[in-house]
């Protein structure tokens, strides 16, 4: 079969129905009739649902061994037959049995791992039956054994069937994992001066301690102290330096829902002293499922992180795969995993079927009406595989709104995922890509709603525009490898939990990049970054915190707008602050602008938490509600410049938390509602020599229809609320301005009906 890269091949379910028969057996009943039984068994390896599954483990000294336990159905069920056998060299093996015509069995299915010249599990009890499978885990791994491999003898297989013995049965039956797996990593392991580096790690954890392959739950509970070697001093293979594995541990878990435990990680120097003990709570581990534990464990400063991923075997549907192999040059199908018919044309059995497999044999190859003539069959499942296509790519939107489509696999030679190939495909959950693929193109897998989890190959260096837009349900991907990313290529994938380091050689952020990706976690910035196009983090609520290199000149509208970022220094290359950039950042409380800033765009900060701001005088431009709706604002200066200053409409419109507002010197005019609605505001100063121009919704209005007034300094009492101007300014008090039209300076604010401000002039 062929191995996956991206979240591999769900397997159709075997189209096997079985009755139950009510009677119940007696084991002293003259056998009248006997059914042969033939069951051959296999352990997952890919294609695996949901994704890429690691081949079932090679490991000196250990082998696999199967128990099959065969059990009466019924109220009082018996213990019919039990075998044990160790596993051929392919890891499969089979068991051959007779059964009592007409009645029902439950065939129970158990593979682990037994150290050579035993068949004793080092980690298993099946003494009791297969209804209570039992840990016995040795408590570590000896010195000798440095190697992850080793955690791997902890895996575990189960299977359940149930039989009527109405006719011969010849059958393969696939386990999948009874067990959950555990990772856990250090992200601070270089930073630990050497001579203080641990060499072990001890975890204690309380989990399940039975495990019934009847039901597929677990059950008990048993404590574990388990003591690694292979520890932080040992990198495996393919993590970077910085994410150092220090555990890998498997552990029963029920076959619906998750277990959350609790842990303590422990870390020991050579001579058996301790480095430190790290607490964890809440770690959900799943049945067939690898959950990774992030952080920095070592110094236990930073975030923890758990994430739970698909490694194994989701829901399994298994397909059959036809035994023999044609030889005979020639294409060649098979639908539902019957034989191989030879395809000599577009045509295909009338029928419905839910597989379609392709076989080339002496390198045939499908041509594009055959590929056309399966297109609208209704199928959940198209291997290709094993076949050749007549091109190195295939046609646009083929099946673009299959809502059939559960599962494709692409042949080999293949370049890029085709644009719109899978568009609306809502019940597409796994895809098989080629390694000779260097693309997704545009749309590829936008609204695929069903996809929860992608491992892209390395060969994949581009996602093109939208190739996996709304994808709602996409948790995990992998794109460290990827060098260029097209606009919204993974907008609306709100369920995305990721810590996004960007390629290394990014100068621009495509826009909506990730729009309202909510669970991002984090974002890493490469050095010679330049410019974060529109939108490109908006609604990213999950990330909390932003270091943007000094690299960057331009940010443009809403690039982080919802995001839950507390504080942002702003490069000294960013003058000009684009339109809704920080909008909704109901956290921020702190930003550092440039020195020389010059332009705020509209609503850059409106609904963020900034309590209060100081603009340098460079700014000229002042846009539309660039600080409106911001409850905790309490004082706002803008420093002296030199260019006129038109603030724009509602600049400060409804900061019912602000006191004091400073106006510079080279303030020219208002727009309305810059201060309306700020309900507190005690003190305003404008310190232009001449009176902007201003109209009453500056300062306030009464709404008569709906019974609010907007007045600024609406809760201040009379006598406490004044203006401050220079000495010698003029225009604040006459009655009309330079146009002839009502001074509202005067009319309203300083009205002792209206807002009630008393005018001051100072030395300013």
């Known amino acids: 079969m062929k191995k996956f890269t991206l979240f591999s091949l769900v397997m159709l379910s075997a189209a096997l129905a079985f009755t139950s028969c009510s009677k119940e057996l007696d084991p002293g009943q003259v ?99 297969l209804k209570e499978v039992s840990r016995s885990e040795k408590t570590y791994i000896t010195d000798e054994q440095h190697d992850y491999g080793l955690a791997a003898t902890r895996d575990a297989f189960s299977a359940h069937k149930q039989v009527t013995a109405d006719a011969p049965i010849n059958e393969t039956i696939t386990l999948t994992r009874a067990v959950a797996q555990l990772n856990i990593f250090t992200t601070d392991y270089e930073q630990v001066e050497e001579s203080f580096r641990p060499v072990y790690t001890g975890l204690t954890i309380t989990t399940a301690a039975d495990f019934n392959v009847l039901t597929g739950t677990s059950f008990g509970s048993a404590t574990s102290d388990l003591r690694s070697y292979v520890a932080v001093k040992t990198e495996k293979e393919g993590t970077t330096p910085d994410k150092n594995k220090v555990f890998t541990g498997y552990y029963f878990t029920s076959s619906e829902g998750k277990n959350v435990v609790d842990m303590d990680v422990h870390f020991y120097r050579a001579d058996n002293s301790e480095v430190v003990t790290y607490n964890m709570t809440n770690i959900p581990l799943q049945q067939n499922y690898r959950t990774n534990v992030t952080g920095a464990l070592l110094t236990q400063t930073g975030t923890l992180h758990v994430e739970t991923e698909a490694a194994f075997a989701g829901d399994d549907i298994e397909t059959t795969e036809p035994k023999d192999t044609p030889t005979e040059t020639g294409l060649y199908y098979s639908l539902d995993g019957e034989a191989w018919t030879k395809w000599e044309t577009a045509d295909m059995p009338e029928g419905t079927y839910s597989s379609f497999a392709a076989l080339s044999v002496g390198g045939t190859k499908v041509t594009s009406n055959q590929l056309t003539a399966i297109k609208n069959r209704n199928l959940e499942v198209i291997d290709l595989g094993r076949a050749v296509y007549e091109r190195n790519y295939m046609p646009g939107t083929l099946f673009d709104a299959n809502t059939s489509l559960r599962a494709f ?65 996409l948790k995990t991907i992998n794109f460290d490898h990827i060098a260029e990313y097209g606009n919204m290529a993974f907008a609306g994938c709100t369920n995305l939990e990721l810590d996004v380091t960007l390629p290394a050689n990014m100068t621009v952020i495509p826009s909506n990049l990730f729009l309202n990706c909510a669970n991002i976690r984090s974002v890493t910035f490469p050095s010679g970054l330049e410019t974060i196009n529109y939108n490109a983090f908006y609604g990213c609520s999950g990330i909390t915190e932003i270091n943007l290199p000094e690299s960057v000149t331009e940010i443009q509208y809403g690039a982080f707008a919802g995001t839950s970022i507390s504080e942002v220094e702003l490069p000294d290359g960013i003058k000009v602050l684009s339109d809704r950039m920080f909008l909704n950042c109901k956290n921020l409380v702190s930003v550092k602008f440039a020195d020389d800033i010059t332009s705020i765009g509209s609503e850059t900060f409106r609904n963020t938490a900034l309590e209060s701001i100081t603009i340098p005088g460079t700014l000229s431009v002042a846009t539309q509600a660039a600080f409106a709706n911001m409850p905790n604002l309490k004082t706002a200066v803008i420093e002296d410049g030199e260019a006129p200053l038109t603030f724009g409409l509602g600049f400060f419109y409804q900061d019912e938390a602000l006191t004091s507002v400073t106006f510079p010197s080279n303030t020219a005019a208002f727009n309305n509602s810059v201060l309306l609605g700020c309900y507190n505001l005690e003190t305003i100063t404008c310190k232009a020599m001449k009176a902007p121009a201003v109209k009453f919704e500056d300062f306030g209005m009464i709404n008569e229809d709906h019974g609010r007034n907007y007045l600024a300094g609406l809760n201040v009492p009379d006598g406490q609320k004044k203006l401050i101007v220079p000495t010698g300014a003029t225009g604040y008090e006459d009655d009309l301005q330079e146009d002839g039209t009502e001074n509202y300076w005067k009319t309203v604010l300083l009205n002792p009906d209206k807002c009630g401000y008393t005018i001051e002039y100072r030395d300013l």
């Open 31 to 129: 056998r009248t009739k006997e059914v042969a039984v033939s069951l051959a068994t296999r352990l997952p390896s890919a294609p695996q649902s949901r994704a890429v599954t690691e081949q079932v483990a090679d490991i000196e000294g250990y082998h696999l061994r199967y128990i099959l336990e065969i059990w009466t159905s019924g109220d009082k069920p018996e213990l019919y037959k039990r075998i044990v056998k160790e596993a051929d060299a392919d890891k499969t093996t089979s068991f051959d049995v007779t059964l009592l015509s007409g009645h029902t069995f439950d065939f129970l299915l158990w593979a682990d791992y037994a150290e050579d010249g035993g068949n004793e599990d080092m980690h298993y009890t099946t003494v009791n039956g």
């Open 409 to 473: 696999v692409f042949p080999e030679g293949i370049t890029y995922v085709p644009s719109y190939f899978f568009r609306d495909c809502s019940h597409l959950s796994s895809v098989g890509l080629s390694s000779t693929m260097t693309e997704v193109s545009v749309g590829s897998f936008q609204n695929c709603t069903s996809l929860t989890e992608v491992t892209l190959p390395e060969s994949v260096t581009k996602l093109s525009q939208m190739a996996f837009r709304d994808c709602a349900n």
